[in-house]
């Protein structure tokens, strides 16, 4: 037997069948059909109440789009963050579709045509080389605008305990300590709107005490940049890190004790920070817990002694899920027979998809509720990374239908 | 350094620049766009010559299209082999529009609707399990239709060296060995037309003498199973499992020695199994190595002493390129700088996407000749589980353009 993950807060179930957003699973399916991905309002109003409590007050916090860009969510979090964190020209236009107004573009790859939409549109860019000031500055200059720009800073140190480490050596992103205030005068000499820094330096890390020294050392290289330049920085985007506990012994973030730590911080800001806007950029930790992917199963067999349970879902929405997305074992995400939510388990299963490859597997060997044919597994943490971070084409089988739970 | 995998044979230089089927990588970013998928006719039509010149005569090749469904590809693949197999729904309706009339359907979680929709079509039906039998026969029988059905068995043994093993143990796929006679007795008492098996033990090989052990396995456990039956079966699908390389180190097939090898056991075969019509089914070795993707660089950046030369594809085409799918440690596939091919190493220098996440890497630490902003980056071995296997709607970026080089 392989554990699974611990299934986020917030989900309880009625009559054993798991509620989201008020309704049940088995009624979800049978007005949305299987598989189908379930966003809760709910759940994403409550985990920005809760953040926003316990942030230090007037930090700003945007949304990273990537982690779901799907419209009615996307709309639902415009009206409740104070940026939208773009990384393409697609992201643009789904941002600007979803009514955000304050919107800032990363990625280390930034088409000349985007870069076009960007300054046409009024974005914040994140400069991520020099070559790249370069282009947004020449853009900008046939255009007749003031391109809107702050720097993307690769940082000497890295998000310790990150899943993704963005700092802390050669990385594609952003550009070396040592290149930034001779960009900065560059922008500044051609009457750029030098905007501040994006500091990004890992995200997914569920130990407080790491992000607390990760801000800490970000909110330092920004006074250091800024002594460098001598100019103050209207805006500095603390990067992200908050994660998301996914697999067995995984815990939440302690984010009241982050959010103490970076009062205290900036309590006591060196006078070059004292009128700087700050802000943090977060995606997986605002919407994945408040997803459920449900699918429904097709087939139960015996192989060898083993029990399958096999879905008419999989990897092809699931990627990460099925271990095959920037983890190198896999474990068993949170899941759970949905229509038989709470009750005991009784015998160890493994949930794969209905793919024709050994790598669709959604859960192995997990204790669960005896489950049959027309059953519906629950596939927690489906709320980021998901149906955009999946090959939904694969084997002709399509995306999966997606429900905002108003 | 890291070495890159080997640049599949039929690949030329014109005055430095990449042919693809006659046309230079320049030409085609220019007339196509970038990043595009190019896919040679020429190259697909020569795999397919080779093969069944070394293949014993009148052995059937069948063409697995989850390889690659690209419309135009398929309608080729059409052309030239035996059979197509699908996995889905999906893949059904792809067949049937590019032409195909001899398919065959393989899937571990077939939904009754794809089960409706194959027995209409009249497409053989490789079943997976006892439960899938019964499925199968209702429908036919609502239907009034004589359901075409073969059995899927998960053999006792493994392919071995095989990328991706499907048998040999505990398995979503086909049923265990004893659970074979039942049903096809069950069939057969209920008028189906029983077609044979289907035995799959594992894809992506590259030594010889393993996939010649494996398929006298298969044709050895056929006749024994043939005899517990007491009917001889129409036809056996004997799996494929000739795999191409990708990696250092890696070597093509001895594709000759293969078909010696099964001409021999084809010859000394039992007498249940002499009018049995054989097949090998392959996907990624008749198309793989036909595609290259091609994209282009939108900055070259040094971080911390490291090059990197930015693109604007990346994983969202190249998932298992760019390590992430099926495989542990990231290895280079085999890359160049398409518009300087041929032309000596000069530097070394990591050739990632334009996806802002660390994930998003092709080719690391590469030895390429001198490459700046607005050259070609050429990936090869993209003809197979590329555009399909690759979430392309990750962070808003869209499918790459698909080109069939006539």
Not at 389 to 395: D, G, H, M, T, V
Request: proline share 5%.
């Amino acid at each position: 037997m392989k554990p699974v993950g611990p299934i986020p807060a917030g989900f309880e179930a009625r009559d054993g069948d798991l509620i989201i957003g008020g309704k049940t699973a088995t009624a979800l399916v049978e007005q949305h059909g299987s598989p189908v991905f379930v966003y809760s309002k709910e759940l994403l109003t409550k985990r920005l109440a809760d953040l926003r409590q316990a942030m230090p007050d007037g930090l700003d916090i945007h949304y990273a789009m990537k982690a779901n860009p799907f419209g009615p969510l996307l709309e639902h979090m415009v009206s409740l963050v104070d940026g939208i964190d773009i990384a393409s020209g697609g992201e643009l236009s789904m941002a600007l579709a979803a009514g955000a107004d304050h919107i800032s573009f990363a990625g280390p790859g930034k088409r000349d045509k985007e870069l076009i939409a960007a300054i046409e549109a009024g974005v914040t860019i994140n400069i991520e080389s020099p070559t790249e000031c370069d282009r947004a500055l020449d853009i900008a200059a046939k255009a007749g605008k003031t391109p809107i720009l702050a720097i993307r800073v690769n940082p000497d140190f890295d998000l310790k305990g990150s899943g993704m480490k963005m700092g802390g050596g050669a990385k594609q992103f952003g550009m070396d300590i040592d290149l930034v205030a001779p960009v900065v005068a560059k922008i500044l000499e051609a009457d750029g709107n030098w905007r501040g820094f994006h500091i990004f330096a890992g995200s997914q890390a569920l130990k407080a005490d790491a992000i607390i020294e990760t801000q800490a050392q970000t909110l330092a290289l920004a006074a250091r940049l800024a002594g460098e330049i001598g100019v103050a920085p209207a805006h500095v985007n603390l990067g992200g890190g908050i994660g998301i506990p996914y697999f067995p012994g995984d815990e939440s973030v302690d984010i009241v004790a982050v959010g103490a730590a970076l009062s205290k911080e900036l309590e006591s800001l060196p006078d070059i920070l004292k009128d700087t806007q700050f802000a943090v950029e977060l995606g997986r930790y605002l919407v994945g817990e408040a997803g459920v992917y449900l699918t429904q199963i097709v087939d139960r067999k015996i192989s060898c002694g083993e029990t399958f349970l096999i879905t008419d879902g999989g990897l092809h929405h699931q990627l990460a899920a099925s271990g095959n997305f920037g983890t190198v074992v896999k474990r068993n995400y949170p899941a759970a027979i949905a229509n038989k939510f709470g009750i005991e388990p009784e015998e160890v299963v493994s949930i794969v998809g209905c793919l024709c490859t050994p790598l669709d597997r959604l859960s192995d060997n997990a204790n669960m509720p005896t489950a049959n044919v027309g059953d519906i597994v629950a596939m927690f943490c489906a709320g980021a990374y998901g149906a955009t971070a999946s090959p939904a084409n694969f084997l002709g089988q399509g995306p999966a239908t997606e429900i905002f739970l108003d």
